[in-house]
Structure formats: structure tokens, C-alpha cells
């Protein structure tokens, strides 16, 4: 795991290159009377920067590293919630997730009054399906749907980009369940991975167990990427590539503690590449800009010539991608409520963070409660944190070490990391008189956002997100 994200001007013109390969027409004009195609391709805990093009040397991502090379790679995408259901939401409905209700918890559902771009394209027109896991987990019945809000769920992508019809424009969701848990162990080292290569991150302890479970979660990253591979040639052999907008991005970070369900970049902090055939003229760029993966929807109905709701707090990432007028965001923010049915009386634990190219501040809302779920005795304890041998192996060691409090320990209210000096984010910094200033600056401007999005948590009272039905299934019985 490398976090360097620096690309080498050889290894981008070999790049791009590549990319002429797969596409052919890059940049020549379209017919007038042809509606942009829309295709996103969503991979299932995939954390920044775990892609060739962005300098991992383990990893190998050809067919995502093509595509960035087409268009634009992006070094600064969030997701608006690291965990399944809430981030797939926002990304439905152009919304930071505490404004949707159950839409925020993992395992809820989706009212349908959260108006979603795929049922405005499917209005105007669009053919609009999905494949494999659409939003998802959840009930989304309980919001009113007939069908998955991702749109109509197809077994392949193959027939369904064959039997379009002449010229009807298609918004298809390919979501992959890789990378996500669990794993066939020990499948890196078969596929040739030398774990001796991986730089274990700050927060995981530096061990072979480790490695191999990492280089396990390598492998179905590069199983996503020979998806990506197969469906783009679809694509070609339809002639479909040039008026198709491709986005490729995950849901949230990687399944590992301290990861996925945290605010920390290791849990928010996405891949992201778009390319296009035609209209936009950013091949080869690196965008350095703050994206939070609220801003797809809107860039969706922008590139269909549509209206962008009222409702949508994401800004269309079109004019950034057209090398247009682009106002720029210093900051991105982040939360989480529920993720799984992991303490008693189901509760949630809490976040919202604030996070600009210098700091990382995440406020904890009850820090009384414990972070990856209750320390339970019997079964499966602090259950936010996936099932594997890395966990396995972690709460086998000393509570008292750090590396196992940084996992499940309590945290404080805030929490302040400096991004350059302490990427893995595990040396807080915000009791030190020093960051005071920080902290109090920043937590202002967190708790501005919250005002100005209506946030329910912050009127006093229960906790609203703690009182929305759990559609899926306890992690241990013994749970309240």
C-alpha cells in the first residue's frame, strides 16, 4: 500500500497511449440529436489510492488507469458516508446523507420523495438499469419503491447493452461487490502478489496475517478492474464509447478497522476517474479539487440536458471536466450514523468530520459510546469492523496497546490530524494548546455546515437515528 499519489509524465503518456486503444475517437464531435450515455461503474469498499495510476505498486488496475488517462483522475473524492447504504443514497439522491432520514443508516431505507437522477433519466427518456448490487443493503419498499432506486435490476450488462434500442440513450449502475469481505485467503499470494512488498498502513499491526489479507483484498480489486475491462469492450464493439459518460468510483473505503464506518481517509477517500468520448476535454488531467460523490448526480442530469433539483446540495463536476468556470471547494464534509445492529438498543455512533488539504477534524457525537460497536463478551464484538484474520489477530493483542485502542477504544469529542505529517491519521492532535485555534476554527465551520443543511442531530432530545428500523439482522443475538 503505497500513498504516494504523484504520476510520473512517462507513466501518463504511456497511459495515455494505451488509452487511444480503447478510445479510438476521443474528442470528436457527436451528433446534436444523440443524448449522452451515462455508465457507472461502482466498486464495493475500494480506498484511495489503491489503483496503478495513482502510484500503488502492488495493485494492478490497467483497465481503471486507461480510463483516467482518457479523461480526468481525481485525488480528492469522498464519499458522503463511509458505509454501503448511506453513500450509495447520496450519490442517488445529490444529498449529504442526515437529510434522508432512514436513508442515513446502513440496513434502512429510501423515501421516495429523496428525488434520485436515475428516476428523473428514466422520465426523460433514458433506458435505466442496474446490475449486481444497486442501493443496497436495505428495504426499499419501506421508502415506497417498486423497484431498486438504482433502477431495473438486469442478471448481465451484456444483453442489456445489446438489445437497447437504436439510439435510446441508457443510465446503467454496474455495481460490483469487490472488494468487499469476505475473502478466499491466501488468493493474493496464488496470484503471484509478494506480501513482502505491502507497506502495512500506521493503524494495522505490521504483520505477514496482515499482508496477506491485504494483498486478499488486492486481488478482488484487480477482479473489479478485469470487470470494468469487460464491460468497456461491450461498449466498444456497440459503438456505444464515444457519447458515454464512464464514472468509476466505491461506495467507501476498505473493510478494515479503522477503515470502513470511519471517518478517517482510509474509510472516505475514493478512487474516482471519468472519460468520455466526446464534449470533454480534460484527457489526461489530474483534478486536485474536493469531490464528494454527492456531486455525480447532478453532473448526470447536467450532461442530459436536464434540470438539477432545488433539493440537491452537490454541484455538477461538468464545467470542472470541460475545463470551464469551476468554483472550487477548500473543504469537504463528512459523517456517518447507524452502520451495523452492533450495540445494545441499536444505536448509532455518530460522526461528522470537516476535512481541507491541511487538516482532518471529526467530532464524535457521543464518545461515551464505542466506536466499531460493543465490546461483547460472547459472539461477535465491536461488530463495525468486518469479520477477518487482521481483526482476528488485533483483538488478540493488548488492550492497552495503541494500534488496538485506534481500532474499538472510546475517542474523544474531536479529533485533529495533520494530513502531510500523519496521513494514516492515528496521532490526534486536538488537546495540544498548539491546534487549539485549529480546532475551534474548524469546528466552527463544521458546525456552520450543519446549520445550513438542517442537521436533525442538532436538536436536542433522541437521537433521531437511533429510532429507525433495522432491516437486516442483529450481529449477535445477545443484543438488546
Known amino acids: ?54 502510484g500503488d505498486l502492488t495493485v494492478k488496475t490497467p483497465n481503471f488507469d486507461r480510463v483516467a488517462s482518457s479523461g480526468v483522475l481525481f485525488s480528492e473524492a469522498y464519499v458522503a458516508a463511509p458505509s454501503c447504504t448511506p453513500s450509495r443514497a447520496g450519490i442517488l439522491t445529490g444529498r449529504y446523507v442526515h437529510g434522508l432520514e432512514e436513508g442515513a443508516n446502513l440496513w434502512g431505507s429510501l423515501n421516495k420523495s429523496f ?29 415506497g419503491y417498486t423497484h431498486n432506486p438504482a433502477g431495473h435490476r438486469v442478471d448481465h450488462f451484456k444483453p442489456f447493452f445489446e438489445n437497447l434500442p437504436e439510439n435510446q440513450p441508457f443510465c446503467f449502475w454496474y455495481g460490483s461487490r469487490d472488494p468487499h469481505r469476505p475473502y478466499t485467503e491466501g488468493m493474493g499470494k496464488r496470484a503471484g502478489m509478494n506480501i513482502s512488498d505491502i507497506t502495512v498502513p500506521a493503524f494495522l499491526p505490521d504483520d ?39 464514472v468509476i468510483t ?22 474516482l476517474a471519468m472519460a468520455m468520448g466526446s464534449d ?47 468554483e472550487r471547494r477548500e473543504e469537504i464534509y463528512l459523517e456517518r450514523e447507524r452502520h451495523a445492529y452492533v450495540r445494545n438498543h441499536n444505536l448509532a455512533y455518530p460522526m461528522r468530520a470537516i476535512r481541507n488539504h491541511s487538516f482532518l477534524l471529526i467530532e464524535n457525537l457521543f464518545p461515551d459510546r464505542y466506536p466499531a460497536g460493543d465490546p461483547l463478551t460472547d459472539g461477535n ?74 442537521d436533525p442531530t442538532l436538536h436536542k432530545g433522541e437521537h433521531l437515528f437511533d429510532t429507525y428500523p433495522y432491516y437486516g439482522k442483529k450481529m449477535n443475538p445477545l443484543l438488546n
Open 115 to 143: 428525488v434520485t437522477y436515475t428516476a428523473l433519466l428514466e422520465q426523460a427518456g433514458y433506458a435505466v438499469a442496474y446490475q449486481e448490487k444497486g442501493w443496497a443493503p436495505g428495504d426499499h419498499t419501506q421508502g
Open 381 to 454: 464484538c465491536f461488530g463495525d469492523i468486518d469479520a477477518s484474520p487482521t481483526k482476528d489477530l488485533l483483538l488478540n493483542m493488548e488492550p492497552s496497546r495503541k494500534i488496538y485502542q485506534w481500532a474499538v477504544g472510546k475517542r474523544p469529542k474531536y479529533e485533529l490530524y495533520h494530513i502531510s505529517d500523519d496521513p494514516d491519521q492515528v496521532n490526534n492532535l486536538a488537546d495540544l494548546p498548539a491546534y487549539k485555534k485549529t480546532v475551534k476554527a474548524m469546528a466552527k465551520q463544521l458546525l456552520h455546515w450543519r446549520e445550513k443543511t438542517k
Open 1 to 54: 500500500m503505497n500513498h504516494s499519489t504523484k504520476i510520473g509524465s512517462l507513466q501518463r503518456l504511456l497511459l495515455a497511449s494505451l488509452a487511444l486503444w480503447l478510445f479510438p475517437h476521443f474528442g470528436q464531435a457527436q451528433p446534436q440529436n444523440k443524448r449522452p450515455n451515462i455508465l457507472l461503474i461502482l466498486a464495493d469498499d475500494w480506498s484511495f489510492p489503491h489503483a496503478g495510476i495513482y
Open 280 to 326: 470533454l476535454h480534460s484527457a489526461g488531467k489530474t483534478e486536485h479539487s474536493f469531490i464528494n460523490l454527492i456531486d455525480l448526480a447532478p453532473t448526470f442530469l447536467e450532461l442530459a440536458g436536464l434540470d438539477i433539483p432545488a433539493s440537491y446540495q452537490g454541484k455538477s463536476l461538468l464545467p470542472l471536466i470541460k475545463n470551464t468556470a469551476f
Open 250 to 271: 466505491s461506495d467507501n473505503g476498505m473493510p478494515f478497522p479503522r477503515s470502513k464506518a470511519n471517518c478517517y481517509d482510509s474509510g472516505t477517500k475514493v478512487p
Open 208 to 246: 505477514d496475517i496482515v499482508k496477506s489479507d491485504l494483498a486478499d483484498y488486492y486481488y478482488e480489486v484487480q477482479r473489479f478492474d478485469y470487470d470494468i475491462g469487460s464491460i468497456l469492450e461491450v461498449l466498444q464493439r456497440k459503438k456505444l464509447l464515444d457519447n458515454t459518460l464512464i
